[in-house]
């Protein structure tokens, strides 16, 4: 089993940042693909940004330039940096690990953290 916990959410005026982690514990393949999604009010899930075991990274458009994802294989954990915030960007951001093992997905969740972007 694998256990994803989101933390660093909050509230924060426009232009500001928050910064996002994603602790990983258990069982998981050192090969594994890390992503950002959010979900706003009334709104389907969306991707924001992903990071592959390699560090190859990629982001949504309506991101890039302000987001960063990285990762500290060290110590399990994956970061989204954001900067220059905006009300568009408040949602609920989950973090999602998924990997491919002999023909087997392996496809894990976190419970998500809030951003809220507001003055």
């Known amino acids: 089993q694998v256990q994803l916990v989101e933390s660093g959410g909050g509230s924060e005026q426009p232009g500001g940042s928050l910064r996002l982690t994603c602790a990983a514990s258990g069982s998981f393949s050192r090969f594994s693909n890390t992503r950002w999604y959010r979900q706003a009010p009334g709104k389907q899930r969306e991707l924001v940004a992903g990071?592959?075991?390699?560090?190859?990274?990629n982001y949504d458009d309506s991101v890039k330039g302000r987001f960063t994802i990285s990762r500290d294989n060290g110590k399990n954990k994956v970061y989204l940096q954001m900067n220059s915030l905006k009300p568009e960007d408040t949602a609920v951001y989950y973090c999602?690990?998924?990997?491919?093992?002999?023909?087997?997905?392996?496809?894990?969740w976190g419970q998500g953290t809030q951003v809220t972007v507001s003055s």
């Open positions: 990071i592959g075991n390699g560090g190859i990274t």
């Open positions: 999602n690990m998924y990997w491919m093992s002999g023909g087997k997905p392996y496809d894990y």
